[in-house]
């Protein structure tokens, strides 16, 4: 049985369509990312699975619990761990005193551990919290019953750098004690570092789910050349050559005429292929490296919508949210005990 299964998940709000059919799994084991810009409907499949919201239709189920049973849902969130995208804590309790609370209703396996690591200042009241203290006390108390799955809204916003590497490392050593991770996110390159597969939602509508690599392969190198002498236009007409550009080299002596050239350009052929067809060349610089993981979601976001038929009207600038903060979508923090 798998850590989550979706099926059908549809949420209509009558004017927006949230969730429109959403089916998939996630294994017990994995850390799976559920990607996509602000409004596609991420937050509203995270509150459906924490009963949170009553879908339209469709099943959700937890560790095999359904979700939309109370009594059910009861007994699995003793093993759940939930992190919203904005944590409401009791603003004029301490910090300690919610960990306190939390540690009575849930149980206290390991906060001492997360203190060390995540050192939210205990003994302020939570209104004198800034944004990056109420997600380090939110971790903690996410992670202190020592649930067996976890589900973070977008769990790095406000942390610092050297605490988001915290976080990563935390997280990959947990996913080896076997925990279960489903987490959203906007920041592509904590997804890449961090998941085993990817869910990609647009519009309320799934449009991808596989291994990060597979996503990674799926959208090439990207190759970047410098050569002693222009190379002949022919040599790179080969399979999986896209989005070739041309630059002067650092060589160039006089505007007509570049005595060498750089180029770069995205390719998904066989790289050995390309290696033979520069042996004509006399290569001065050389790299091929993985695509951006930007360039692969423009590819499902972009204008030309790639392989999910896009009708183009909702271009998002992939990975830019690097501050983490999630845009308003209507709905209030919550914090769940
Ligand atoms: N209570 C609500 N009533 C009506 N529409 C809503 C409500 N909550 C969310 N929506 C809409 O549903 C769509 C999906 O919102 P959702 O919050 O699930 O997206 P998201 O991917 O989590 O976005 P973000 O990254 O900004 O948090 C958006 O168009 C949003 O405006």
Not at 27 to 52: D, H, Q, S, V, W
Not at 175 to 190: A, D, K, M, P
Not at 282 to 292: M, N, Q, T
Not at 294 to 302: A, C, L, N, P, S
Request: charged share 30%; proline share 5%; aromatic share 6%.
């Amino acid at each position: 049985m798998a850590a989550i299964e979706l099926e059908g998940l549809t949420k209509d709000y009558g004017e927006v369509l949230a969730n429109d059919d959403v089916t998939f799994d996630v294994e017990r084991g994995e850390i799976f990312g559920y990607l996509g810009p602000n409004g596609a409907g991420k937050t509203t499949t995270i509150r459906t699975l924490l009963g949170l919201l009553s879908p339209t239709a469709g099943t959700a189920r937890l560790l095999g619990h359904d979700v939309t049973d109370e009594e059910q849902l009861l007994t699995v969130k003793r093993r759940l761990g939930y992190l919203p995208d904005s944590p409401a804590f009791d603003e004029t309790a301490t910090g300690r005193a919610v960990l306190e609370l939390h540690a009575s209703i849930k149980g206290d396996e390991r906060s001492a551990e997360l203190l060390e690591l995540f050192d939210p200042p205990l003994d302020r009241e939570i209104r004198e919290y800034s944004r990056g203290n109420v997600q380090k006390l939110g971790l903690v108390t996410t992670f202190m019953h020592d649930p067996d799955l976890v589900i973070l809204d977008e769990p790095t916003s406000g942390l610092d750098p050297l605490l988001q590497q915290r976080f990563n490392e935390f997280v990959r050593a947990e996913r080896e004690r076997g925990l279960t991770v489903f987490f959203s996110s906007h920041i592509l390159s904590e997804v890449r570092r961090l998941c085993d597969r990817v869910g990609i939602i647009r519009n309320g509508r799934l449009v991808a789910v596989e291994p990060v690599e597979s996503l990674l392969d799926r959208s090439g190198k990207l190759v970047r050349l410098r050569t002693a002498e222009p190379i002949p236009p022919a040599a790179l007409e080969i399979d999986g050559v896209h989005d070739l550009e041309t630059a002067a080299g650092p060589n160039s002596e006089t505007d007509d005429v570049p005595r060498g050239s750089e180029r770069a350009f995205t390719f998904t052929g066989d790289v050995n292929v390309l290696l033979d067809r520069l042996r004509e060349s006399r290569v001065l610089d050389l790299s091929i490296e993985e695509a951006p993981l930007e360039d692969v979601f423009m590819r499902f976001y972009g204008d030309d919508g790639g392989d999910v038929g896009s009708d183009g009207d909702d271009r998002v600038a992939a990975g830019t949210d690097a501050s983490g903060e999630s845009g308003s979508s209507g709905k209030g923090g919550e914090n769940d005990v």
